[in-house]
């Protein structure tokens, strides 16, 4: 009942184009990531200058005009690949169409946790900036993020149709509020010379003690981690090229655009936030660093607040509404970016249980066509990790954005060989043209990607990068031997020989007695309607009196089945039955036994309690006989009506017919 | 392998006899509560008293006495119980013979709540004891007496011979310590005229302000308190009377003279103890009372050791080592008095079990003829308690003593009537005298025991007790209700008409189809096998390409069966085909259906993650429908040999016989 009103009415299979999506539904659903990214990544490239007391006009700029060429350059690899891959190509088939099956599970390992890391950083960074304003979320930020996480991923139960109308409307608000407040504050400032000052700007900076005096190789190598967190902002992209089959057709070109637009939006909108961040006095500082701030000459030690606060607080300070809407609107907006990997790691996760790689039971469509297995192993893994790491931006930002650069280099490589491989066999002159030049496109990308990868790793590996590392080789590793078990365990049940279907020459009974009572009278009366070649009953004598009592009404019933007392000098019942069926299926080994073991079905959890259990352990050991069949035979006490009315509540396709229960 | 290793080799029913013990084993083993209680009794006395500054020669010696009195009657009394009941006259069993069922249950809950109490005080005061020597300890009680009742419970396990003789030598040792401290105390004050100050001795008391200038019926009224504290010495007296089937014969006349050597040893420690704390100036102070300690005239904050570890120090200050053998003994047997209650709570259990108050599988001897699950259940309880409580004696012994007095006082009762009853018919005149001699005793006991229960009652009902009221109207309420619940379902699986035991007129087959493999093969050869009314195959579509697939491998293999599609608009399984079966049924009301799942077995649990586990929800459902039965087809993977071995070393009554996996 409560799980019925939580994740709203089943869809049925053909209901599935209903959930097609329009371009500009499409937009805040696939993009919400890449749009969001932008809200924290000025600020960890101003917390990495700030170690070396940096953090300024130049090194700012520098590294957002290179942050907004790669994304330039990706978004366009992209838009090659989402042309050629009209099928959801997502980056795990690009690189196993083209590089094989190991290729494609790197990429599957590295998406798998960047999906992880997103929906763990997004909502980390929400919490921080829902801090500006709701000032008690001090030092409970990882429990705020991990309940954030877990609600997402109720609604994400719910199915991605109604989740993308109730996204799009914040997402478009957010992108109204950043780069409304960047014209705004330019206009304010250049034309009307109004001070747009920040909280921060009477603050100065002053380096950490061991980056003082900071020179040469040292610089670069600083700015290269500045610019390595900074790609935290080119995340996300690749989400529309996984989702191109939830577009509405043509699926490819509406894709294409998106991505284009999403291209567009996000550079615009970073490089207002870092124009407006110098122009606000922005700083940031992460008091583990040893970085501080000064004032008047003596250092103070304040919580800064994140750059989209400053901002916001900077350009509208004599209209708080309007600040509030801008912070508000960011946090909303981390929330939803989220949800973008609620749709992306339970479809790549589908897919690699379809393809053998993870437990089928990611691959079966729940109540409301979402993977819910999928989604709720995302929600639990990163509501785990967002609790170890109480919601710090600045070390989760450490794990991030090196899975994304795998996926992209390997997914570019691809896509060169994609293109060389059909150039072999295309022939038409136009369609090789524009295949040369999506390959150019993709060697640019593939160029311009490995590099930042390379950058990356080297500028981020001790600060966290290896944790990422590793649980990638962990993933690789797993799916690799999921995938054997599978291949084995397919070998070992496939039909060969006439033999595997050949049949017993005979099937005998034995009833297992408990007591005589009515359950046991149906076992008896089923055993004996299958006219099976030897019916007997067995009981085992625990208690010599008790077996005494049970032979007088076994007697009195004149049931014409002969009944064995099995002796068990340990009290034991398991032992002595399984080993009397094992003695049988020995000295027959041509036949199959059937186990007939009366139950009774009970409708409370503490009726369980009460009866014995011992059927349970008896019918798990006889399952380890192979030629041994257990056959249930159900009593339904009247209370076992409750767990039926049960199924009949929830279930909505529960069909009772003319049945009637006798 | 573990489990083995713990709990030591099983027993078979007909070494039980091997299990009864000779007087010299039986004391410690069922005496050592009664006698270990000696070790806090004094300290609750002393405490109390000491509320109102009142902890002194006069009053500590008059309580004393008081209790060594009413001890002394109760013996009596169980003296002629054991006689009258050599079968285990437990006063479980005297209720309910001479009052019916009600009064056996209200006696039972009583036991049952102080089984529970026995452990956790007992063994939380032999933590009080240790801390005198491990101070360490202080502040980690609770933890440590959890620990402590834990291993207890374990040692049960392994059944109750080996423990017998495990406990024997503590136990004397710590009737020889006490009995020698305070000979040696005594011997070294009147006769060698030395010094046996203990630590405590320079302190004065202080009583707590709430009760300072505290007269009349105050003062009768703490007094009764600290009797009814004192009183915790008596308990354990009954369990004696509940195990006299464990004697060796004449089982009788052993156990009531085990019954008078307790009751004499006990009663001569107790004054012992009591004179010698006064001589050695022992006083102990409950801090969250209010009364304190002062030192020349200032309040000073001591923690104050425990009466005997005080007693100790004054006597053998000057002979560390005999010192600690002292505290070490005490310490020893209270922990052993623990393990009464684990004797004591699991063979009530099981009475109660076997006379359905409680759950069966507490009736089912484990493999060392203990009773495992009333074992284990006395062991958590008492752990949770002590964890609670952070093992203060103080506080627990408020909830204790009130349930063996009831039980006392019901079982003196029934011990009157049972003499009335038995004088009725008894027409010897020496039988007779005996008979009316008894009664006698037993009344003066109920007389006694009564006045005692009201006076605990009235003086600890607010401090706790009324806690232990409430869990034995809990049990009994509870013990009520399972006891309404097997009747009803005995009535209800009562066979009454020759409809019970009629065969149905067809059984007709259902192989359900997930896979064309060979456990499938293996479900339809036994299927045929049978050669039932009617057999047919069954899948549920969820996905038309996988559908399509196994239509053409079921075409493949020409299986003579035919094999029907059931469609699944939302992509369910369990739903479809119960739905199928039901209509089965409908339509052919007079028949019984069998549906064959065919199932992997394997090793490994992690195994059981990768594969489907649809079939466990599917036989669920399928065991509400009436007529329906399943038939569990196991396929046994490689790997499943793996668990065949796991029993084969666990179970030693295994019998592979001329098995072979075939």
Not at 241 to 256: D, E, I, T
Not at 388 to 401: D, E, H, K, P, R
Not at 479 to 500: C, F, N, S, W
Not at 636 to 654: F, K, T
Request: charged share 15%.
């Amino acid at each position: 009942m409560l799980k019925r009103v939580l994740v709203g009415r089943k869809l049925k299979s053909s209901q599935t184009g209903r959930t097609q999506l329009a371009k500009k539904i499409a937009l805040p659903i696939f993009a919400s990531d890449a749009l969001s990214s932008v809200a924290y990544a000025p600020d960890e490239i101003l917390i990495t200058l700030s170690l070396a007391g940096m953090a300024g006009m130049v090194f700012d700029w520098k590294i957002a005009i290179m942050v907004a060429f790669v994304m330039f350059i990706v978004v366009m690899s992209y838009r090659q690949t989402v042309h050629a891959y009209p099928n959801g190509g997502g980056d795990y088939e690009v690189a196993t169409a083209n590089f094989g099956q190991n290729s494609g599970l790197i990429v599957a390992s590295a998406l798998l946790v960047d999906y992880v890391m997103t929906v763990a950083v997004s909502v980390s960074s929400g919490i921080q900036n829902a801090k500006s304003m709701l000032t008690w979320l001090h030092g409970h930020e990882g429990i705020a993020a991990a309940v954030v996480i877990l609600t997402i991923m109720t609604i994400n139960l719910r199915g991605v149709k109604e989740s993308g109308r109730f996204f799009a409307i914040p997402t478009y608000l957010f992108m109204v509020s950043v780069l409304g407040t960047s014209a705004w504050g330019l206009f304010r400032h250049y034309v009307l010379h109004a001070d747009i000052s920040g909280p921060m700007a009477a603050y100065s900076l002053s380096p950490a003690p061991a980056y003082s005096g900071f020179t040469g190789f040292a610089v670069v190598f600083l700015v290269a981690r500045a610019f390595s967190s900074g790609c935290a902002a080119l995340t996300g992209v690749e989400a529309i090229s996984n989702g191109v089959p939830n577009f509405k057709p043509p699926k490819s070109r509406n894709a294409a655009t998106t991505l284009a637009l999403l291209g567009g939006i996000s550079i615009t909108m970073l490089m207002g936030i870092i124009a407006l961040a110098g122009l606000t006095g922005a700083k940031v500082v992460d008091p583990a660093s040893g970085a501080t701030l000064t004032l008047d000459g003596r250092p103070v030690a304040v919580p800064t607040p994140t750059v989209m606060a400053q901002l916001a607080q900077g350009v509208f300070h004599d209209f708080p509404p309007a600040m509030w809407v801008v912070i508000l609107s960011t946090m909303v907006v981390l929330f939803l970016a989220a949800n973008t990997a609620f749709n992306g790691f339970p479809t790549l996760g589908s897919v690699l249980a379809r393809d053998g790689f993870l437990p089928r039971a990611l691959h079966t469509r729940g109540d409301r066509l979402a993977y819910s297995n999928g989604i709720m192993m995302l929600g639990v893994a990163a509501a785990a990790l967002v609790l170890v790491f109480n919601a710090s931006v600045t070390a989760l930002i450490q794990l991030y954005v090196v899975g994304v650069f795998v996926s992209f280099t390997i997914s570019q490589a691809g896509m060169m060989r994609h293109w060389t491989r059909h150039l072999r066999i295309e022939t038409d002159q136009a369609a090789r043209a524009v295949m040369l030049r999506s390959r150019v496109i993709n060697a640019i990308g593939f160029t311009c990607t490995s590099i930042v990868l390379v950058v990356v790793l080297i500028s981020k590996f001790i600060h966290g990068a290896y944790l990422a590392i590793l649980a990638m080789v962990c993933l690789f590793v797993l799916m690799k031997a999921i995938h054997r078990h599978y291949g084995r365990v397919r070998d070992e049940v496939r039909l060969r020989t006439p033999q595997d279907t050949a049949l017993p020459s005979r099937v005998r009974a034995v009833v297992w007695v408990l007591d005589v009572d009515k359950p046991l009278a149906r076992a008896v009366a089923v055993a004996r309607a299958m006219r099976l070649a030897d019916v007997e009953a067995v009981t085992v004598s625990v208690d010599p009196e008790e077996t005494e009592e049970l032979l007088t009404a076994w007697e009195a019933q004149k049931f014409p089945v002969p009944l064995k007392v099995l002796a068990s000098p340990f009290r034991e019942v398991t032992s002595p039955l399984v080993n009397y069926i094992r003695s049988i299926r020995s000295a027959n080994p041509r036949d199959v036994v059937c186990v007939f073991v009366p139950e009774l079905v009970v409708g409370h959890w503490w009726e369980r309690v009460l009866h014995d259990q011992s059927p349970l352990m008896v019918k798990a050991r006889l399952h380890l006989l192979p030629r041994v069949m257990v056959i249930s035979v159900p009593y339904q006490l009247d209370s076992s009506a409750l767990a039926e009315g049960r199924i009949r509540r929830i279930d909505p396709h529960y069909s009772p017919g003319t049945d009637s229960r006798s």
